[in-house]
């Protein structure tokens, strides 16, 4: 019985959600540069806001890869270049508002819905000098992650399960080939 219940909370502790997809937007080279645009979608918003409103710190990791596509389908891919971007997110309690720092610049957002499509929704990912990796077997794809702070030793062993319920890890998703991506002013 012990070992069954220490089974169910090692799983409950490595469950994280998936969200369900990434769209790709407008994505183009500009001048040498690829730019590339996404967005999450069906990621429940309300229960990250809710938990951030109650005192959570969270972390978004968003990763831009541009691979070389092996020519047999079990092969790994070679990663050419790759982009990670973090953004760190907590309450304010004082100010009403939520702090969103990226490499160590605070930006205030006071409502729900600007957090959310600052966090979620058309997300610009610049790749400098991206033109040269114009080739028909690279492709791109992206990867975002939202993680919840963690806490010390021993909290983090018993509330661990609790806190981490609102992570989640989109996977690699794959976009278009950087041959077919138009070049843009």
């Given at each position: 019985m012990k070992k069954l219940i220490i089974t169910i909370v090692l799983l409950l502790n490595s469950i994280t959600v998936l969200a369900q997809d990434i769209t790709f937007g407008n994505v183009n080279f500009n001048s040498n540069n690829l730019n590339v645009l996404f967005s999450v979608t069906d990621v429940k918003?309300?229960?990250?806001?809710?938990?951030?409103?109650?005192?959570?710190?969270?972390?978004?990791?968003?990763?831009?890869?541009?691979?070389?596509?092996?020519?047999?389908?079990?092969?790994?891919?070679?990663?050419?270049?790759?982009?990670?971007?973090?953004?760190?997110?907590?309450?304010?309690?004082?100010?009403?508002?939520?702090?969103?720092?990226?490499?160590?610049?605070?930006?205030?957002?006071y409502s729900d819905e600007s957090l959310i499509d600052e966090l979620f929704f058309d997300r610009l990912i610049v790749i400098q000098e991206g033109f040269k990796y114009?080739?028909?077997?690279?492709?791109?794809?992206?990867?975002v992650t939202f993680t919840s702070v963690k806490l010390y030793f021993p909290l983090n062993i018993i509330f661990n399960y609790v806190v981490g319920i609102w992570d989640f890890d989109t996977g690699w998703q794959y976009g278009p080939k950087l041959v077919g991506i138009p070049y843009s002013e």
């Open positions: 918003t309300n229960d990250i806001v809710e938990a951030l409103k109650r005192g959570l710190e969270g972390q978004v990791e968003y990763t831009v890869q541009i691979v070389e596509k092996s020519l047999l389908p079990l092969m790994p891919k070679t990663i050419i270049r790759s982009m990670t971007v973090k953004k760190k997110v907590k309450f304010d309690f004082f100010n009403k508002s939520y702090i969103v720092t990226q490499a160590k610049v605070p930006t205030f957002f114009r080739k028909s077997n690279y492709v791109i794809r992206v990867r």
